[in-house]
C-alpha cells in the first residue's frame, strides 16, 4: 500500500495578468465603446463625425498663414506651399488687426492705460473671488471703479475725487447723526446730503480745483471704445450693478408690502418681457425723450444702464427661487434670536439663498457677457460684428469669415468657460451638506 | 405678583412712523409712492417737453397709412401700397414663424444630446459635452453671423445654374448643380425648393379683417378631424384589452385614418408642386426660403439646443435611482420603465425651464437685424420707425408686443405647472 502524500502548497503562486481582452485599454474600449450592438453603432458614427471634422479643419488649421498682408496674398502662399486645392486660414489678419478687436478705436499711445486699468481690474476683483486674500485689499476694490473710469476716459483727476468725497461726506453725515436719529433716518439725510454734493457741488467744485491744480490724463471719447475692452467695461460694469440691485428687487418681490412688491413684480416682468435689442433701442433712441431737454450723457453710460436693469430683472429671478428654497424655518429661527430684518437678511438669509443661486447667478452672468456684443446695432464697436465688419470692409481682408469669427468666438469661449468653471469650483467649496 | 406691561401705549407719536414697526411699512409705502409716482410724472413732462420742441406728436394714426416699402417674406398677402399696421402684422408672422420652427428644432435637437450626453459610451457622451460647451459659451450672435456668412459665402451665384445655348453645343457643364433631381437649388441668397400649389383652390376667406388661406385651413381641419378619430380608435382598442386582455390589431386601421382623408382631400383639390426653373438671371417659380430666415432660425435653434440638452439631461438626472429599481422590480423592460416611469416624472422638472427657453429664443429672433431679416423689429421698428420718424410709438407699440407674447407663454407655462404639480397632503 503506498503512501499518499497530499500535496499542500507552500508558496502562493504570482498573480497572473488577467487576459489581453480584459484589460487595459482593450477593456476599456470593451466596457464603454462597443458593449453591444447599439453602443458599437453610436461609436462608429462618432468616429465618423470625428474623422470628418477633422479632416476638414486639421489641414485648414496646419495651413494657416501669419505672415502676409491681405487675403490674397494669403491665399498665394498657401497654394504655393500646399499646392492648388489647399485650404488654409489665415492668421494673418489676426496678427495685423489684433489690436482693434482688443481696444477697438482706442489711441495707438494710450494702450498702456485699458491694459493697466485690466491689469488693475484682477487686482481689484481678486479678494472678492478669494475669501483666502487679505481683506484689506477690499479697500482697493471700492477704489478701484473711480481709477478704472479715471484711467479710460481720462480727463481731470478732479471729477472721479468729487464724486469719492461725496461718498465720504455721505458717510461723514450718517457717523454725526446716527447715534442721536437711528439708522434710518441718519441714512436718509446722509443720502440727501450726498445727492445735493452730486448734483450741485460736483462739476464747478472739480472745474474750480482742476484750474487751480490741473492734473489729469488726455481725455479719450466714447465713440473710440471697441473691441473686447469695450464689452469687458460693459459687462464687468454691469454685472457688478446688477447683482445688488437683483438682490434688492429679489427682496423687493418678496416683501409684505403691497405697493414695493406690485413695482417689483411689474419692473421684473416687464424687463424679462422684452428682448434685450429694444432697451439697447431704448437707450439709443428713447432716452432723449425722457431725459430732460439738453441733456447728452454719454452712449456707453446709457448702455450699461439699460443693461445693468436688463441684468438685474434676470437675477432677481434666480435669487427668488434661492430665497424660495430656504427652509421656512431659518426665517423663524432668525426672528427668534430677535434679529431685525436687514439683520437676519445679511446674516442668516442672504448668505444661504446665495449659495443656492450661485449657479443660476453665474449663468445670468455668462448670458450678460455673451450679450455685450449685442451693442453693435446702437453703433459701437463690439468684437463681434463691429470690428469684423470694419476689418471685412477693408479691400485687403474683404471676403475673410471664418478666422475673424473663430478669433472672438474663442476668446468669448475662454472668459466664459472660465466663468462657468469657476461657479462649480465656488459651489464645492461652499457645500456644507456632507452628502 | 409684578406684571410685566409690554403693551404699548395708545398715544401716537410722530416718531412711531420711522420706529414702530407696526407703522413703518406704512411710511416706507408712501415714501415709494410718492417718489414713484415723482419719477413718472418727470418721465411723462419731460416727453411732452421734448415732443413740443421736436414739434412731433404721439398718436397712433400713421399705422393706417401706406408703407411704401417690400417686404422680401410675407406669410399673409402684403403689396407696398399695404398699410404699416400690415406690414407690422408680416414682421410679427414672420418672428413668429421664425421662433416656432427654430422651438421645434432645437427640442428634437436638445432632447437628442441631451440624452445622449448620458449614454455609456464614452465618445458619444464627451462629443455632446464638447457641443453643450462649445454651443453656450459663445454668444449667438456669433451663431447667426457664422450661418449667414457660410450659407452666402460658399454658394454659388444663381447665374452659375444657367445653361447657355453656347455651352449647351459646346457640351459644357453648368459650374453649379441642383440638388435632390432638380428640384432643389441652393444659392447665395436664398434656397428655391419645389412649392406646394393646388389646382382648383378654394377661394380666400374673409373674416374679421384678416385674409385666410382657405386650402390650409380645410387641410388643417381634416387632419385635426383624422387624429381625433385615431385618438377614439386607440382608445376604443384600450378599452377591449381592458376587458379581454386581448388588443385588437389596429396599425393598418389608424395608419388608413390618418392618410386617406387628407390624401383624397390633396387630389380633390389637384395638388402639385411647383420646381423652380432657371430663368434668364434667377430662378422662377417654387418657393424661396432666405437664407436670412434659415441662418436665424438654424443658429438659434443650434444654440437654444445647448440649453435645452441640459435641461433634459438634468430631469432624467433628477429622478432618483430608487423609481428605475422599483421599475425594474415591477418587472417592466427598459423601455417601459423609460416612457412609463422616469419621462412622465422628468417632464415636470423639464418643461417649465423648457418653456423659457422657447421664451428666450422667441425674444432672441429679435437678433434677425444681424442679417435683415424682416421680423418685427424689422418692420415696425426698422422701416416703420425710419420712414415716420415715429419713435416713442413704434418702440413702445414693439414693446407691447413682445411682452404679449412673452406673459402669454408664461402664463400658459403657469397653467400647466399648475396641472403637473404633486398633490401634496
Known amino acids: 500500500m503506498t503512501e499518499f502524500t497530499p500535496f499542500v502548497r507552500t508558496d502562493m503562486l504570482e498573480q497572473r495578468e488577467p487576459p489581453a481582452g480584459q484589460r487595459g485599454i482593450i477593456l476599456w474600449a470593451r466596457e464603454n465603446l462597443f458593449s453591444g450592438p447599439m453602443n458599437t453603432a453610436l461609436s462608429l458614427i462618432g468616429l465618423v463625425v470625428i474623422l470628418w471634422l477633422a479632416s476638414h479643419m486639421v489641414p485648414w488649421l496646419l495651413h494657416g498663414v501669419w505672415n502676409a498682408n491681405s487675403l490674397t496674398e494669403c491665399r498665394e502662399i498657401i497654394t504655393a506651399t500646399w499646392g492648388p486645392d489647399a485650404t488654409g486660414a489665415c492668421w494673418a489678419m489676426v496678427r495685423e488687426r489684433w489690436h482693434q478687436y482688443v481696444f477697438g478705436f482706442y489711441p495707438m499711445d494710450l494702450y498702456w492705460r485699458p491694459t493697466l486699468a485690466f491689469v488693475l481690474m484682477l487686482v481689484a476683483i481678486a479678494p472678492i473671488l478669494y475669501q483666502s486674500l487679505p481683506r484689506q485689499m477690499m479697500w482697493f476694490t471700492a477704489l478701484y471703479p473711480f481709477v478704472c473710469y479715471w484711467l479710460l476716459w481720462g480727463g481731470t483727476i478732479w471729477a472721479p475725487v468729487v464724486v469719492l468725497m461725496g ?65 469687458i467695461v460693459i459687462g464687468v460694469t454691469a454685472i457688478a450693478a446688477s447683482l445688488p440691485m437683483g438682490i434688492l428687487l429679489a427682496l423687493g418681490r418678496k416683501s409684505d408690502m403691497m405697493l414695493v412688491r406690485t413695482l417689483s413684480v411689474g419692473f421684473i416682468e416687464f424687463i424679462r418681457g422684452v428682448p434685450l435689442i429694444t432697451l439697447l433701442f431704448t437707450a439709443s433712441l428713447l432716452l432723449q425723450y425722457f431725459l430732460p431737454p439738453e441733456t447728452n450723457f454719454d452712449i456707453i453710460l446709457r448702455v450699461i444702464i439699460l443693461v445693468t436693469l436688463f441684468a438685474a430683472a434676470y437675477i432677481a429671478e434666480v435669487i427668488r427661487g434661492g430665497l424660495a428654497a430656504l427652509p421656512r424655518g431659518q426665517y423663524e429661527a432668525a426672528d427668534a434670536l430677535g434679529l431685525d430684518y436687514w439683520q437676519a437678511q445679511r446674516l442668516i438669509i442672504m448668505p444661504q439663498a446665495l449659495k443656492i443661486s450661485i449657479p443660476g447667478i453665474v449663468s445670468s452672468f455668462i448670458g450678460l457677457f455673451k450679450d455685450t456684443t449685442l451693442v453693435a446695432f446702437v453703433g459701437l464697436q463690439d468684437p463681434l460684428k463691429g470690428i469684423t465688419a470694419v476689418v471685412r470692409a477693408d479691400i485687403n481682408w474683404k471676403g475673410i469669415y471664418w478666422e475673424p469669427y473663430i478669433f472672438a468666438g474663442v476668446i468669448f469661449f475662454l472668459i466664459c468657460f472660465g466663468m462657468s468653471r469657476y461657479s462649480m469650483w465656488l459651489e464645492r467649496k461652499l457645500k456644507t451638506d456632507h452628502r | 405678583m409684578a406684571f410685566v406691561q409690554d403693551t404699548p401705549k395708545d398715544s401716537f407719536r410722530l416718531g412711531m412712523l420711522i420706529y414702530d414697526t407696526r407703522y413703518r411699512s406704512i411710511t416706507i409705502q408712501v415714501i415709494v409712492l410718492v417718489l414713484f409716482l415723482a419719477f413718472l410724472s418727470w418721465l411723462v413732462n419731460n416727453t411732452i417737453e421734448n415732443l413740443a420742441a421736436k414739434d412731433r406728436t404721439f398718436d397712433f394714426g400713421f399705422l393706417w397709412s401706406r408703407a411704401g416699402y417690400d417686404i422680401n417674406q410675407t406669410l399673409i398677402p402684403y403689396t407696398n401700397d399695404s398699410t404699416h399696421m400690415r406690414a407690422a402684422m408680416v414682421g410679427l408672422l414672420n418672428t413668429l414663424l421664425s421662433a416656432f420652427v427654430g422651438c421645434i428644432i432645437a427640442t428634437f435637437l436638445g432632447v437628442f444630446i441631451g440624452v445622449l450626453r448620458l449614454s455609456k459610451n464614452w465618445l458619444v457622451s464627451r462629443l455632446m459635452t464638447v457641443y453643450v460647451e462649445v454651443f453656450r459659451n459663445v454668444p449667438v450672435l456669433l451663431w447667426i453671423l457664422l450661418a449667414s456668412t457660410v450659407l452666402s459665402e460658399t454658394t454659388p451665384a444663381p447665374s452659375d445654374f444657367r445653361v447657355t445655348e453656347a455651352m449647351q453645343a459646346a457640351g459644357e457643364q453648368p459650374k453649379a448643380h441642383m440638388l435632390f433631381n432638380g428640384s432643389v437649388a441652393i444659392t447665395n441668397r436664398s434656397m428655391n425648393l419645389p412649392a406646394p400649389l393646388v389646382e382648383h383652390g378654394l377661394p380666400r376667406l374673409e373674416f374679421l379683417g384678416l385674409s385666410l388661406n382657405s386650402n390650409v385651413l380645410a387641410f388643417l381641419i381634416v387632419f385635426g378631424a383624422s387624429i381625433y378619430a385615431n385618438h377614439l380608435l386607440r382608445s376604443n382598442a384600450r378599452r377591449v384589452q381592458e376587458q379581454t386582455g386581448r388588443r385588437p390589431v389596429t396599425w393598418w386601421k389608424s395608419l388608413a385614418i390618418l392618410l386617406i382623408p387628407s390624401a383624397a382631400l390633396l387630389f380633390a383639390l389637384g395638388f402639385h408642386l411647383d420646381y423652380p426653373v432657371m430663368t434668364k438671371f434667377n430662378f422662377r417659380g417654387g418657393m424661396e426660403l432666405l437664407h436670412s430666415f434659415t441662418a436665424l432660425t438654424l443658429a438659434l435653434a443650434l444654440y437654444t439646443a445647448a440649453f435645452i440638452a441640459e435641461i433634459v439631461r438634468a430631469g432624467i438626472m433628477a429622478i432618483s435611482r430608487g423609481q428605475h429599481e422599483a421599475a425594474a422590480a415591477l418587472g417592466l423592460r427598459p423601455g417601459r420603465t423609460m416612457s412609463l416611469v422616469i419621462l412622465p416624472q422628468a417632464l415636470r422638472v423639464i418643461i417649465p425651464p423648457l418653456i423659457s427657453q422657447y421664451l428666450n429664443l422667441t425674444k432672441n429672433t429679435s437678433l434677425a437685424i444681424a442679417v435683415s431679416y424682416m421680423d418685427l423689429r424689422g418692420t415696425l421698428g426698422g422701416i416703420t420707425l425710419n420712414q415716420t420718424g415715429k419713435e416713442l410709438e413704434c418702440m413702445l407699440l414693439m414693446m407691447a408686443i413682445y411682452l404679449t407674447i412673452s406673459l402669454l407663454i408664461s402664463s400658459l407655462m403657469n397653467l400647466f405647472n399648475r396641472a403637473v404639480k404633486l398633490k401634496e397632503r
Do not use: C, E, K
Not at chain 1, 191 to 205: D, E, I, K, Y
Not at chain 1, 214 to 221: A, E, F, I, N
Open chain 1, 167 to 231: 461718498f465720504g461726506l455721505f458717510a461723514l453725515v450718517f457717523r454725526l447723526l446716527v447715534s442721536g436719529l437711528g439708522v434710518p433716518v441718519s441714512a436718509g439725510l446722509g443720502l440727501v446730503a450726498a445727492a445735493a454734493w452730486w448734483l450741485l457741488v460736483q462739476t464747478p467744485l472739480s472745474a474750480a480745483i482742476h484750474s487751480v491744480l490741473p492734473v489729469g490724463l488726455r481725455s479719450v471719447d466714447s465713440d473710440q471704445f471697441g473691441g473686447f475692452l469695450l464689452s
